[in-house]
């Protein structure tokens, strides 16, 4: 697959045209035009219920779209199921909740897809897994269990076990919103030790400060549509739309 | 009054041990039967009523019993009289086996208590082929040694089954077969393919809609007048067959309300990286379900095993329906209180047996102090 992917080195890793989602009757993205390059950092922003996290989780198939067609690493999206496994292997996912495995040590959250998935030997599972868990520096919890852990030690372990699979693009949905205060520059140094080794992220995220310091972009959505993308100092120093305005007049006022 | 704001920094407060509360034998009489006088006429008229219900008891059931003999003139009448199932005890435990086959079923009791005591001692290895060949294995050889007719042992057909031997029979395969039914059923209840959902919820509802006495009565009366008459069915197969699918629809339910417990991020996570449906299952949420419905699950083996018991009705000699044909033994008129006795410690030690182990499992399985 790899070498697949070599040969189109300039190709775009996601690639979004014409996308549209109901839930129900409800139309929760509308028209969704969005490429995403490869080494590319994007920062997704905007009010609850804008349709952010929808739109990154129809990436990996995790919502099904109606209209619209996703295309990852070269791979376009189907109904398939063997194909939108195939998507979903190289593309990690990172949640607000962690949803680690509370019965598996974080070792075996950081190996169970290696050995089932990738079908790797499980001690070479085990040395890629302690090999990431040594870069997020959590290797001295490797054999605790998840509810053992503070909350950013577990999203730490997330992410961990996301990189495990060698993805080519890595998803983050709100990653910090469910921490403690104290525990959110954690994780974030780790997403920005990661955008600076060049992985391809989409993150949903109010984190601003992160989007300054890593996003190559930022995208602002509102009411399922994406009303405004710019580069982070364009977009935060001279925003075009009203919605933009008012949306940073409210999370950076205070 | 406002606590005065210091300015400086306190000294920090050395850890310390926690306070002994611990205070001797009379502190926790006092403490937990007298710490009120209303508590202590309680206390004092519980114990006067359980001295006054035990005492009896233990008169009759062990100080004046008769333990030694082998015919009722051994019997003083005094207490109970044990005798009665002493002298019966082999029937009680083999049914009508022949005497000449019975190390067949000893070997199978040897067999099955091993199997099961090294799954269950944490220490031992190999737990996974062991577990293999207890679920494959064991039941093939337990099915050749018990029914015979190949390998030189001699047929012994199901009707001269009976007692302990035929009452663990029916509650194993119960067990064994109930369980992984009722997983699939489970599962197939919550599938998205209305084909598969509409099967398993008919199959469910059918059985769990049905007494189990109806589905005892209807296997072996019923069955056979559908069935061409060349096919011959044994009666036991019949009844195992309908009780391990009344079990499996109760088991179905009960995983299922495990299945719902688990919150749907914990697929998703499972979705993300790339696993199918039976990995996501089997590595993700089953084993997080059966973990939560442990009590359920083994709340229904214990009924299961109770109620092994009604098959008595369609003429299977389980152990208390051979404890009553003992008691219409003209010799041993008039023991029916022991032998129900016996027959309840019997069904009594087993589930109970059952039960400490399920709660053992609950703590071992236990992972993280938080959640």
Redo the contacts between chains.
């Keep these: 697959m790899n070498q697949a992917n070599a040969a189109r080195a300039d190709a775009p890793m996601v690639e979004i045209t014409g996308l549209n989602k109901w839930y129900g009757d409800f139309h929760v993205l509308r028209d969704i035009d969005l490429t995403v390059a490869q080494g590319e950092r994007i920062v997704i922003c905007g009010p609850s219920g804008s349709g952010k996290s929808t739109l990154i989780r129809c990436i990996?198939h995790?919502e099904e779209h109606q209209e619209g067609r996703i295309v990852v690493n070269g791979l376009p999206m189907t109904r398939d199921?063997k194909r939108i496994?195939?998507i979903?292997?190289n593309?990690?996912?990172v949640?607000q909740?962690f949803?680690?495995?509370?019965?598996l040590s974080v070792l075996d959250n950081c190996c169970?897809?290696q050995t089932?998935?990738q079908k790797k030997p499980r001690a070479e599972a085990e040395r890629t897994a302690m090999e990431i868990l040594e870069r997020v520096q959590i290797a001295d919890q490797a054999r605790k269990?998840?509810?053992?852990l503070s909350g950013g030690q577990q999203q730490r372990v997330?992410i961990a076990?996301?990189l495990c699979?060698q993805p080519e693009v890595m998803l983050f949905d709100e990653p910090t919103s469910a921490l403690d205060p104290e525990m959110i520059k954690e994780v974030l140094d780790v997403m920005v030790e990661l955008a600076q080794d060049g992985m391809t992220m989409l993150c949903v995220t109010h984190e601003m400060g992160f989007a300054k310091t890593v996003a190559d972009r930022v995208i602002f959505m509102d009411q399922g549509q994406i009303i405004e993308q710019a580069p982070p100092e364009t977009f935060f120093n001279h925003p075009r739309s009203e919605r933009t305005k008012l949306f940073l007049g409210q999370i950076l006022g205070h | 009054m406002a606590d005065t704001i210091t300015t400086t920094e306190p000294e920090m407060v050395a850890e310390r041990r926690p306070p002994d509360l611990r205070r001797g034998l009379l502190g926790w009489l006092h403490a937990n039967l007298f710490n009120t006088p209303l508590n202590g006429v309680v206390t004092l008229i519980t114990v006067t009523l359980l001295s006054m219900l035990l005492w009896p008891a233990l008169q009759w059931a062990v100080f004046q019993a008769d333990w030694l003999g082998d015919s009722r003139e051994a019997c003083s009448g005094e207490g109970a009289c044990w005798v009665f199932i002493s002298a019966r005890f082999e029937s009680i435990v083999y049914g009508f086996y022949p005497e000449a086959e019975r190390w067949r079923v000893d070997l199978v009791f040897v067999l099955l208590a091993v199997l099961i005591a090294w799954l269950v001692i944490p220490r031992l290895p190999a737990k996974r082929w062991v577990g293999v060949f207890a679920l494959v294995g064991f039941p093939v050889l337990a099915f050749f040694l018990l029914v015979g007719g190949s390998f030189g042992l001699t047929h012994v057909p199901t009707r001269e089954w009976g007692g302990v031997m035929l009452t663990l029979t029916i509650a194993t395969v119960g067990i064994v077969g109930s369980l992984p039914i009722g997983v699939v059923l489970a599962l197939g209840r919550r599938s998205k393919m209305p084909l598969v959902r509409g099967f398993c919820v008919v199959f469910i509802e059918f059985w769990r809609g049905v007494p189990l006495i109806t589905v005892l009565f209807m296997a072996s009366v019923m069955l056979p007048l559908f069935v061409p008459t060349q096919v011959e069915f044994d009666k036991l197969l019949r009844a195992l067959v309908g009780i391990m699918f009344f079990w499996s629809a109760y088991m179905a339910e009960v995983v299922r309300g495990g299945l719902q417990a688990i919150p749907s991020g914990q697929e998703e996570a499972a979705k993300a990286m790339g696993m199918g449906y039976w990995q996501r299952m089997g590595l993700i949420v089953l084993p997080q379900s059966l973990k939560l419905v442990i009590p359920g699950i083994v709340n229904t083996f214990i009924a299961l095993f109770k109620d092994t018991s009604l098959v008595l009705i369609i003429g299977l000699f389980d152990l208390l329906a051979i404890i009553r044909a003992g008691l219409t033994d003209s010799n041993w008129l008039g023991f029916a209180t022991e032998g129900y006795v016996f027959a309840a410690l019997v069904f009594w030690v087993f589930c109970f047996g059952m039960s400490r182990y399920s709660q053992y499992i609950e703590r071992r399985l236990h992972t993280g102090h938080r959640n």
């Design positions: 990996n995790l199921v496994e195939q979903r292997r593309v990690g996912m949640f909740h949803n680690l495995f509370p019965h169970i897809s089932w998935v269990y998840p509810g053992q997330a076990r996301a699979m």
